[in-house]
T-cell receptor
């Protein structure tokens, strides 16, 4: 049973560019959440997708957007990259019905230069 | 003020020691509580849920005090393999979602 799969694992981008990160949830999960983890910090909630719609959003600017597909996979898009966007981006899948059973992917490490 | 605050750490302890981590949360409407463990450059993994009655899993004991909005984790007989960052996590119900709200984490290093 595959867990959460994220791609790519590492990425280097230049300031001002755009990036798309991808996530395939664990089998049986219907909800995908994205988190940003800067060095030395805990993960910060970006947004959550359920039934192909953004259900919750954290305190992140509109440069961060996402999408969920009918097969429950998800993308995170970041426009106009800033140096401060350099971080580990974590995807977590779960069931819609509660906070239990969250499974995290191993993350995408984004470096903005 | 951050919603979830933890001891800054790092904690350096010898093998066999007992170590306690504390966490406070600001939103009294928070509903679910967890401790996650994160190894260096890896993803967070659930260590244990935390209940008001307190719960134990082997060497690990978690406590929740809703009145004080305080969560704790006790590790007894520390092992080298316990070295990791421990993240306090709180959730609420916002717009029918259950986003995890993480603390900054407390680093533990267990030494021989």
């Amino acid at each position: 049973d595959a867990g959460v799969t994220q791609s790519p694992t590492h990425l280097i981008k230049t300031r001002g560019q755009q990036v798309t990160l991808r996530c395939s949830p664990k089998s049986g999960h219907d909800t995908v959440s994205w988190y940003q983890q800067a060095l030395g910090q805990g993960p910060q909630f970006i947004f959550q997708y359920y039934e192909e719609e953004e259900r919750q959003r954290g305190n992140f600017p509109d440069r961060f957007s996402g999408h969920q597909f009918p097969n429950y996979s998800s993308e995170l898009n970041v426009n106009a990259l800033l140096l401060g966007d350099s971080a580990l981006y974590l995807c977590a899948s779960s069931w819609a019905k509660g906070p239990y059973g969250y499974t995290f992917g191993s993350g995408t490490r984004l470096t903005v230069v | 003020r951050k919603e979830v605050e933890q001891d800054p750490g790092p904690f350096n302890v010898p093998e066999g020691a007992t170590v306690a981590f504390n966490c406070t949360y600001s939103n009294s409407a928070s509903q679910s509580f967890f401790w996650y463990r994160q190894d260096c450059r890896k993803e967070p993994k659930l260590l244990m849920s935390v209940y008001s009655s307190g719960n134990e899993d082997g060497r690990f004991t978690a406590q929740l005090n809703r009145a004080s909005q305080y969560i704790s984790l006790l590790i007894r007989d520390s092992k080298l393999s316990d070295s990791a960052t421990y993240l306090c996590v709180v959730t609420g119900v916002l717009n029918s979602g259950y986003a995890l709200n993480f603390g900054k984490g407390t680093s533990l290093l267990v030494t021989p």
